[in-house]
């Protein structure tokens, strides 16, 4: 390809015609015709099209006394802030301006667009109209201020502080506005999430106060309020019981939300009320509002469900005599149908299960298949966790088992074995109704199940080597599970009936699972059993046929500390998901840091901007963002790498939340004898990403032996190596150039096309001039942006532009290793990887094996940790891993391997299923 080629297929161009004409109508000092151009301009806009260049142009039209214009200019302004900071500045006097407007609706507007615009630039301009504003006289005025404050927190928090802002809310809390009241509670909340310290206390005197806004509110701000509730602790039983009256004509609230609230905020004062005679009426009032939640459109009765099953774990007493509310209707949609099974096997007891049993058989001979399976499961889980009504539920098993119906008995078969596991030798006598019925199981957890029923039951099944032969004929092409049971359940057989037939199966049993599988599991199990059965018979009698633990009751599958918190958290997703809040979202958000606290001694110059300043960031950042700070600083040339300020970095949080870092350097150094200029905004950009990339200088380093990633013979003689690295919690990439031409080379610029992981140059290439033969280094930093990201599939390709004065653009192409995209925050909780590891479908898992030679945990953990993974948890033969990458996807990986064996099975799991082969080949480059 040719260098016009290449530059042809990396920035392809726009048109320009349309933008052209947009500019020059929107000249027109027709008020009309102007606002019909802005009405195009916000049209191209919404479907996508790329209207920055307008933004002088539409900042014009701020000044101006109509509202639908000025609308729509802040809608567009709120839209490319970002991406044009310094522009921005140009609408700060009118927001200004606006902001002391006679009209509360437009001092409003003003607050509120100030607050949409997420420039660090214009937050010391923010500052002054909203403090008027959050004292306006008019209610409008202040409410809307009041969620401004929590947008301003999220950009600078220590502005916030300074300025007093949280104490205003505070007092705002007493307002004789209810929506104001609700609005400071709202920002309050908000803001004490992403502190991570306490900024809402909450008080017998607050709590007064918003319950009796409460009454007047709209209902989302009683929504807000009551939430922030759940958070106050009474002092005694009589302050729980007084707030609980106040709350319980919001049960009758038509907003579904507002009674989700209202009944979270009930169920946890409840636990600090000691008179059972206020309790037991209390906990009756409870059902009615949630059998009309039961009566409403679908998508509301799933989230009702959903939350119903979360109380009724804790508290059955609510619903257990209102089962009827629980069955199924024909015209249930699928969801709603699963959600009711649930609350149903959870609401079972001997009083009820034969009214329920009548139900499950009748959704048995349903259509859909899945709904069917469910209800049949649903008869074998009431039977484990009611042992007086086994019998009866046994009984409606063999019923549906002669039905014929192929997925139902397989579904029985299934079931009756979790019975005969959790009632050892109690119900065998139907185990020849299920023998008979052997023909029909073609899904492999049914055959699995029917294969351990007869390997636990061998010596009273008198033909059990003749229907376990009937299974070894399909042995090799038998799913992992029933090869598995059947090379157990062959042991079994031949250690309780040890005659020639049997021994033959063993033989031919063992002598394929350690010689004609690839599947370790099953070839490890095979080796200890033959082992076991060779040395030791009697030894292999205890540890085979040994009583099994029985199972245990799932009905309540939550963890009490769990539950304790998806108690608190009724009517958030948190309880429609049934996992822990900090699982899918982080609420506490890293603060931002001034310069001074990586150098304390750092130099300060005229207008406070640090003398040398090199933005570091290790997380997704918001580049534009990060522009508007760092543009009246004055960056001279960089410090030596051994007097770099140590690095700072966020992470972002699990929904992809980009926050900016505003980190500083030390102390200038004196600029190298032939440093390159510093590298212009709009300069060499043959990507067309020149508005990603913050223009801060490099670090040199000292050149160390990296790989080539352009030989001289290509470069048209310059060499170039380069790796990409995390130090410190930054991406950096290293590079050195050689000039093997007879000429000075100079000017270097460089510059990423867009790749999987949105990395971005973080400045410009301060190399010096190199001199024929001689060489020169850099440390780069790299910045992350999701403007930068390509959509998946993942790749690790990083095609990389580099522009020489005297050689023109070089193209070459490197690689991202995983382990300089993976953060610092990726350590997770044992609990909550288990928890996300169990919920991860099949489709987002892959599994491979490496053969690792002198393989041990000790060691693949040290390597995987120095890759960039953090340990987890460590079994007898197993390690647990997490990381986080550097866009915010979780990677979740298990490492299996037996002592003695060359073989290391690595499990990965990951929300991006398209990461898990670069993922995959990371841990196996890593281990070896």
């Keep these: 390809m040719s260098s016009k ?48 260049p307008l933004f002088p142009d539409v900042v014009n039209c701020m000044q101006t006394d109509d509202m639908e214009l000025k609308k729509l200019v802040y809608l567009y302004l709120i839209n490319y802030a970002k991406t044009q900071p310094d522009l921005t500045l140009m609408a700060v006097n009118t927001f200004v301006k606006d902001s002391l407007d006679p009209s509360p609706l437009i001092r409003a507007l003003a607050v509120r667009t100030m607050g949409c615009i997420r420039v660090d630039k214009i937050t010391e301009y923010l500052c002054d109209p909203l403090a008027r504003c959050l004292k306006d006289s008019d209610p409008y005025v202040r409410k809307t201020s009041a969620v401004c404050v929590a947008k301003l927190y999220d950009i600078s928090p220590e502005l916030v502080e300074e300025r007093g802002f949280l104490e205003n809310l505070k007092d705002m809390i007493s307002d004789a506005n209810p929506m104001v009241v609700a609005n400071s509670v709202a920002a309050l909340s908000e803001i004490h999430s992403m502190s991570g310290k306490p900024v809402f206390d909450l008080n017998s005197q607050t709590i007064f106060k918003l319950l009796a806004a409460l009454n007047e509110c709209t209902e989302w701000g009683q929504v807000f309020i009551l939430d922030s509730l759940v958070d106050y602790n009474p002092k005694d039983s009589k302050d729980a019981e007084s707030v609980i009256e106040r709350i319980i004509p919001r049960l009758q609230h038509a907003n579904c939300a507002v009674v989700l609230s209202a009944l979270k905020v009930i169920l946890k004062f409840l636990r600090y009320v000691s008179d059972n005679d206020f309790k037991g009426p209390m906990m009756k009032k409870l059902a009615a509002p949630l059998i009309t939640l039961l009566n409403t459109e679908p998508q509301v009765q799933y989230v009702a469900l959903r939350n119903i099953n979360i109380i009724i774990q804790r508290h059955k007493e609510v619903l257990s005599s209102n089962i009827k509310v629980f069955f199924c209707k024909y015209n249930d949609p699928i969801y709603v149908k699963m959600e009711k099974l649930e609350a149903l096997i959870k609401l079972a007891n001997e009083d009820n299960i034969d009214q329920l049993l ?12 899945d709904f069917v399976r469910k209800s049949v499961r649903a008869i074998g889980r009431c039977a484990v966790s009611i042992a007086e009504s086994a019998q009866k539920c046994i009984n409606v098993l063999l019923d549906l088992i002669e039905t014929r119906v192929n997925y139902v008995v397989q579904e029985a078969v299934i079931v009756i074995k979790d019975i005969f ?26 055959k699995a199940s029917m294969v351990w029923i007869i390997g636990e039951y061998a010596d009273r099944i008198d033909n059990a080597d003749e229907l376990l032969e009937t299974f070894l004929e399909t042995f090799p092409e038998e799913t992992s599970p029933v090869q598995l049971q059947l090379l157990t359940a062959t042991v079994k057989l031949f250690l309780k009936k040890p005659t020639e037939k049997p021994q033959q199966m063993i033989q031919l049993v063992l002598s394929n699972a350690t010689q004609e599988t690839d599947n370790p599991d099953l070839r490890d199990r095979a080796y200890i059993y033959w082992r076991l059965l060779s040395t030791d018979p009697e030894a292999a009698k205890d540890v085979i046929l040994s009583e099994k633990p029985i199972i245990a009751d799932d009905t309540s599958a939550l963890e009490p500390e769990m539950l304790d918190e998806l108690m608190n958290n009724i009517g958030t997703l948190a309880s429609v998901y049934q996992k822990l809040p900090d699982t899918f979202v982080a609420r506490v958000r890293p603060m931002v840091q001034s310069a001074s606290s990586f150098n304390p001694e750092a130099d300060v110059v005229e207008n406070g901007a640090a003398g040398d300043v090199i933005a570091e960031q290790s997380a997704p950042v918001d580049v534009p963002d990060l522009l508007g700070g760092l543009d009246g600083l004055n960056v001279s040339a960089p410090a030596p790498a051994g007097d770099a300020p140590a690095p700072s970095g966020g992470a972002p949080d699990l929904m992809g939340d980009l926050l900016s870092l505003d980190v500083g350097g030390g102390a200038p150094a004196p600029a190298p004898a032939q440093a390159a200029p510093a590298q212009p905004a709009g300069g060499f950009d043959p990507f067309g990403l020149d508005s990603l990339s913050a223009p801060v200088s490099s670090m040199p380093v000292q050149q160390t032996e990296l790989p080539v990633i352009l030989a001289a013979d290509k470069g048209k003689g310059l ?23 007879a000429g000075v080379l100079d000017g270097l610029m460089i510059q ?31 910045n992350v942006n999701v403007q930068g990201a390509n959509p998946a599939p993942a790749r690790s390709a990083l095609q990389v532009a580099i522009k020489c004065s005297q050689l023109g653009v070089l193209y070459l192409s490197d690689t991202i290793s995983l382990g300089a995209v993976l953060t610092e925050e990726g350590r997770l909780q044992y609990p909550n990887f288990q928890q996300m590891w169990q919920a991860a479908p099949p489709a987002n898992s892959q599994t491979q094996v490496f053969q690792v030679a002198g393989a041990s945990q000790d060691a693949v953990v040290a390597k995987l940790e120095s890759g960039g993974l953090f340990c987890v948890g460590k079994q007898m033969n197993a390690a647990h891993f997490s990381g986080k990458l550097v866009l915010g996807a979780l990677a979740l990986v298990e490492v299996a391997m037996q002592p003695g064996s060359p073989a290391v099975q690595v499990t990965c799991k990951s929300q991006r299923v398209d990461l898990l082969p670069l993922l995959m080949e990371f841990v196996g480059k890593t281990m070896l």
């Design 421 to 446: 596991r959790k009632y050892p030798n109690k119900y065998e006598s139907i185990i020849s109704t299920l023998c008979e019925n052997l023909d029909t199981l073609d899904e492999p957890e049914a």
């Design 5 to 52: 080629d290449a530059k042809r297929f990396f920035n392809s161009g726009a048109k320009k015609g349309e933008i052209h004409e947009l500019k020059q109508e929107l000249k027109t000092p027709d008020k009309s015709k102007k606002k019909d151009v802005v009405k195009k301009v916000i049209a191209a806009m919404t479907v996508g099209h790329d209207v920055a």
């Design 719 to 741: 060499e170039i190596r380069g790796k990409l690295e995390r130090s410190g919690g930054q991406i950096v990439y290293n590079l050195s150039f050689r000039n093997t031409t």
């Design 358 to 369: 009548l139900e499950f058989k009748e959704y048995s001979t349903e259509i859909d298949v």
């Design 752 to 782: 990423f096309n867009k790749n999987s992981f949105g990395l971005l140059p973080g400045g410009a290439l301060q190399v010096p001039a190199l001199q024929p033969g001689s060489s020169g280094a850099a440390k780069l930093p790299i």
